[in-house]
Every structure is written in structure tokens, then in C-alpha cells.
């Protein structure tokens, strides 16, 4: 049988206002799903490709900046 969990009103206003008090986080503190990520440099990636560069090298690139990404994710729709 499944618990059902509540907590006060009073909580949750605390909460809404403790989140509402948060500073906002710099650019490069965000962040991103891996396709987000590589929607946001899509330009980029196509650039790579047209100068010749294949999907694993491409990875290659990504693992040096410690990006953990696989050949489908720089697939460009």
C-alpha cells in the first residue's frame, strides 16, 4: 500500500520563498542534457564536419573538455 506523504502549507510557502531567495547561477555553472548541449553548439559541430573531422573525432574533443558523449548525440537532425 502506497504512503501518502504531505507536508504542511506552511512548508511549502517556506520553501517557495527559500527558492525565491536563490541567486541565480552563472552561464557556466548550468547545466545542460547532453542534447541541449549539443543543440547549443550545433553550428559548430557542422563546421567541424564540413572541414573534414568525423564523429569520433569530434568525441575525441568532447572527452578532452570531460564531455562523456556518444556518436547517435552529434547525429545533427
Request: charged share 30%; hydrophobic share 35%; net charge positive.
Amino acid at each position: 500500500m502506497p504512503v501518502v506523504r504531505s507536508f504542511t502549507r506552511g512548508q511549502w510557502e517556506a520553501l517557495g520563498r527559500r527558492l525565491g531567495a536563490l541567486p541565480e547561477k552563472g552561464k557556466d555553472e548550468q547545466h545542460l542534457k547532453v542534447g541541449d548541449g549539443v543543440k547549443s553548439i550545433r553550428t559548430q559541430i557542422g563546421a567541424a564536419r564540413e572541414k573534414g573531422y568525423t564523429l569520433n573525432e569530434l568525441i575525441e574533443q568532447a572527452a578532452q573538455e570531460g564531455i562523456d558523449v556518444k556518436t547517435r548525440h552529434f547525429r545533427l537532425r
